[in-house]
């Protein structure tokens, strides 16, 4: 448990010594088990938690935090401006930020907000807003990384490019090529299935969604951007197939939300659920008994908000909803209501089957979708999703970032019988969506659980480049391995 980077230039010096494994471990939150060990060392980063600079350049400021400082946690530092507690990056750049009169934030948010910066970094952690702001990638301005021989690396956007697919990079032996895999890394749709690589590419970027095999994250610089007020809404729909069409015709109004939610009749009846059995709910509005699927979207109150408003009711009167039947608000115990309706579905889901896990199936685990697919292909998607999980007599619910090509699927499980016919159908899905032209994996990364879906994605070929460069980088094989490829 490292208090400081020295701790952990020690303990990887140590691993690489005696040759034995070192898993980073964070907060624990990730879905593909990239913190669970094959054995070896655990590194866990939970001391490293502390904001320690505010900086500002010429695209505006930026925090330089600790691997295992939250989202929430930088997003309540940046709330109080900082208030000056931590020095300054650049220069007066802590006292201009908590001088400043206009609101800042990090845009990233992830459905877990008590995850690391550190794994999401790891990750290229996304969410919701990636809609309007991208992933985490598109936020980092620097890492600071210790690497697999125990040297330390201190690179910025800008300081380090490739030529073409060839990356050199200072270890303490000397400088290393790295070969870039030649594969095309698809940018079109969410995805982070397997490591970037392009033509020219920034070193910051070999760090970030690499999940942990070619260094340890001990410092970044994430970028902040300006905040505006924002009125969140919930609007409820007859049936499944009126919410998915108002989110397909929502660009027809003209109107562009931070992000377009989607939750059909099954994840609808257990937020039902939840609200009744789990206290942590109950000051949730009433689900109108009419609904049978929602859109769930925030829309900018800087503009003409009356106008959005009226650009979009004749879409939503359309498909069956109503503006006045709909739920808003803008305040932040009002936005906060909102969402948990949203978390709580993928919440109730995990905690069905940790309860599966303690009884009657502990070899079980939650089987939920992470694809992305092109928009033009999101009918065929859906449909897939609809036709194969059915064919295999399997229960599901649909919710999520339906703005972007990636609905989440969760597949209802009862026993070990029902996880394999889900382990069977997830397989074929993945295959058609990255058929589509999209992601077997467009958010949660791949970890232990999904390094099937690399070689699904890119080939024999594909996984041997990206095990060449994880060689090149880490010769001992030390660094969390089994994310991404096996040895």
């Not at 040759?19 to 879905?31: A, H």
């Not at 400082?69 to 990056?89: A, D, H, Y």
């Not at 685990?365 to 009918?379: I, Y």
């Not at 690399?454 to 030390?478: F, L, N």
Request: aromatic share 10%.
């Amino acid at each position: 448990m490292p208090e400081d980077e020295a701790d952990v230039v020690q303990a990887v010096r140590m691993a690489a010594a005696d040759g034995t494994s070192l898993t980073v471990s964070g907060m624990r939150t990730g879905m593909c088990a990239g913190s669970v060990p094959y054995g070896g060392y655990v590194l866990s980063m939970e001391r490293m938690d502390e904001v320690i600079g505010v900086g500002k350049d010429a695209r505006g400021y930026f925090v330089r935090v600790q691997p295992c400082v939250t989202v929430r946690q930088l997003n309540e530092f940046i709330r109080r401006r900082g208030s000056g507690s931590v020095p300054s990056v650049t220069e007066g750049a802590s006292e201009m930020l908590a001088a400043e009169e206009r609101e800042f934030f990090y845009p990233v948010d992830p459905t877990e907000l008590n995850g690391s910066l550190g794994g999401n970094i790891a990750t290229n952690a996304s969410g919701p807003r990636t809609f309007r702001y991208g992933p985490t990638r598109e936020w980092v301005r620097r890492v600071r990384v210790v690497l697999s021989d125990g040297s330390i690396l201190d690179v910025k956007r800008g300081d380090i490019r490739a030529e073409g697919r060839r990356l050199m990079l200072p270890f303490s032996d000397g400088g290393r090529e790295i070969i870039l895999p030649s594969y095309d890394y698809n940018r079109d749709v969410k995805n982070t299935t397997g490591m970037l690589s392009e033509d020219g590419m920034d070193a910051v970027d070999l760090f970030v969604g690499s999940e942990g095999i070619f260094g340890v994250i001990t410092e970044a610089d994430l970028y902040l951007t300006e905040s505006h007020p924002l009125m969140s809404n919930i609007v409820f729909l007859p049936r499944d197939g009126d919410a998915y069409a108002l989110s397909r015709d929502f660009p027809r109004s003209g109107v562009v939300p931070e992000f377009l939610e989607f939750f059909d009749s099954g994840s609808l009846d257990l937020i039902r659920a939840s609200r009744k059995d789990d206290p942590r709910f109950t000051d949730m509005p009433d689900i109108p008994d009419y609904a049978g699927s929602a859109l769930f979207f925030d829309l900018p109150m800087d503009g003409d908000l009356i106008d959005s408003y009226r650009r979009i009711e004749p879409f939503v009167e359309a498909h069956g909803g109503s503006l006045s039947r709909s739920w808003c608000g803008h305040e932040l115990k009002d936005r906060e209501r909102f969402f948990s309706f949203r978390h709580s579905v993928p919440q109730t889901i995990f905690e069905y089957v940790a309860r599966l896990k303690g009884s009657s199936a502990p070899g079980i685990n939650k089987m939920g979708t992470d694809m992305s697919v092109p928009l033009a292909h999101l009918d065929e998607m859906m449909s897939a999703y609809d036709e194969v999980i059915t064919r295999y007599g399997l229960e599901y619910v649909i919710f999520g970032h339906i703005g972007n090509g990636h609905p989440h699927v969760e597949i209802i499980l009862k026993d070990m019988e029902d996880f394999a016919k889900a382990k069977k159908a997830y397989a074929e899905l993945a295959q058609k969506a990255i058929d589509l032209g999209g992601s077997p994996s467009a958010e949660h990364g791949i970890g232990k659980m999904k390094v099937d879906y690399v070689r699904m994605m890119y080939g024999d070929k594909g996984v041997d480049e990206i095990r060449a460069v994880k060689k090149r980088m880490d010769p001992g094989w030390i660094l969390n391995p089994g994310n991404m490829v096996v040895r």
